[in-house]
């Protein structure tokens, strides 16, 4: 395959990336504590006119077209009151941790709940973790501070365990609205504020997103054409030289 066709491959995998990933945020557009993610292209189709002209295309003959790499917006979003004494929001960058069966996540989604067992758990089931492991709460109502200890009738029952990303690390989607560490690693959400009685909002703006799915369509749509137009070049110029 020439190089203008590698990377017209490529400028048309990232287009129907980034058209999954707008869709993926404005179906989550309203999901607790979820965090949009963002598509970063790793070709663009200006590359294509550089080539043509025999301009340097680095990285890219030869190549299989590569797909597009997806971050994390990390941006707050608005606060919501439930008056709800298992719902708790973050302000800060820290995350809650849960153990799940892929390992330890994070999240910041905090409309918990309670298992028949009384153990504390995400909206998937599992577990939250605390700073000594798994959080039970038994036998009443309880009052969580801004540390994230939890109380029962003035009883210290457990602490949330609330972490951010090492140094150096970002956060990468882990699937089911979870989030890990890009290098495994966590350090302690210093200066994060847990919030009782609150919910935080997805940082999702279906607005942006539907403008970013039809910037990304009508990219596709050129691209396409490109293609074509490349195509029917190449034919005219194999049935001249057969003429020859």
């Known amino acids: 395959m020439s190089t203008v066709m590698n990377i017209l491959a490529a400028s048309l995998h990232n287009d129907i990336d980034q058209m ?9 557009a309203d999901v607790v504590g979820y965090r949009q993610q963002v598509g ?7 590359q294509v006119a550089a080539a043509v002209t ?3 295309a680095p990285g890219v003959a030869g190549a299989s077209a ?6 994390v917006d990390t941006r707050p979003g608005a606060l919501k009151s439930t008056g709800e004494p298992l719902n708790v929001a973050l302000q800060g960058n820290g995350y809650f941790v849960v153990s799940t069966a892929r390992g ?3 999240t910041r989604r905090g409309d918990f709940q309670l298992d028949p067992s009384g153990t504390l758990c995400a909206f998937s089931g599992d577990p939250v973790l605390g700073t000594d492991g798994v959080i039970r709460i038994k036998g009443g109502t309880p009052q969580i501070s801004a540390d994230g200890s939890i109380r029962v009738a003035n009883q210290l029952v457990g602490q949330l365990d609330i972490v951010q990303p090492a140094p150096g690390a970002t956060l990468q989607p882990a699937g089911d609205g979870f989030l890990v560490s890009s290098t495994g690693q966590v350090a302690a959400g210093a200066g994060t504020q847990v919030l009782q009685g609150f919910v935080e909002g997805s940082n999702v703006s279906p607005v942006n997103q539907m403008v970013m799915l039809m910037q990304a ?3 596709f749509e050129a691209s396409q054409r490109f293609v074509r137009a490349y195509d029917s070049m190449l034919d005219n110029a194999i049935t001249d030289l057969g003429k020859v």
């Open 104 to 106: 330890e996540l994070l």
């Open 40 to 46: 970063v292209p790793q070709s663009d189709f200006s």
């Open 20 to 28: 999954r990933v707008a869709a993926s945020n404005m179906a989550n």
């Open 54 to 56: 025999g301009g340097a």
């Open 66 to 71: 590569p797909q597009m790499a997806v971050a």
């Open 217 to 219: 369509t009508r990219h």
